[in-house]
């Protein structure tokens, strides 16, 4: 695929995928309703702020990364080769770890309980497509490159140095 095609595809995928669950759904739980509370709500509410860029980065990142190698995240649409660059060197699920954060962060922000409870359902529905599609999946199409990924970079949580293939 050619990058500006991967480009094109990446946006549009992101747009929907991350868009739904780190958007629509919040918004429909929320009405992304801050509500005003003291001080320590504030410091709480700048937190969640924290949390909901430190999500957007990787996700942000990788989504490039995978337009840049000539593919998407969409499974219908991969790159040639298995992404390993930027946060993909730390954590194999950068994406979907960035959405927990976003979400959390979106839950601290809008003093919502029911965030937390989509956050955890969120990380139940990643989970289980990881191990149950994706890395079957990952490990078929990118046999010995992905096996060596795999017993070197964690799935959920990040490692102290990035790994280098």
């Known amino acids: 695929m050619r990058r500006s095609a991967a480009a094109i ?3 549009a995928f992101f747009v929907v995928a ?3 669950v780190v958007g629509l759904v919040p918004w429909l739980i929320t009405g992304w309703a ?7 709500w504030r410091a709480v509410q700048v937190l969640g702020v924290l949390l909901i860029v430190a999500g957007l980065v990787p996700l942000m990142h990788a ?7 000539g593919g998407t995240p969409m499974p219908l649409a991969p790159p040639e080769h298995l992404v390993v660059t930027g946060f993909n060197r ?10 927990l954060l976003v979400i959390i ?9 029911s965030l ?9 529905a990643t989970a289980s497509f990881v191990h ?9 199409q990118y046999e010995s490159e992905y096996e060596a990924y795999r017993r070197n970079v964690r799935a959920w949580l990040p490692r102290p140095r990035p790994w280098t293939p």
């Open 9 to 11: 595809g990446s946006a």
């Open 18 to 20: 991350p868009g739904t």
């Open 34 to 40: 801050v509500p005003g509370c003291g001080a320590a």
């Open 63 to 69: 989504f490039t990364q995978f337009a840049k190698a």
């Open 90 to 99: 730390y954590v194999r699920n950068p994406m979907y770890v960035g959405l």
């Open 105 to 113: 962060g979106q839950a601290l922000l809008f003093g919502s309980l």
């Open 116 to 124: 937390v409870l989509y956050a955890a359902l969120v990380w139940i």
């Open 132 to 140: 149950w599609y994706e890395e079957p999946t990952l490990a078929r």
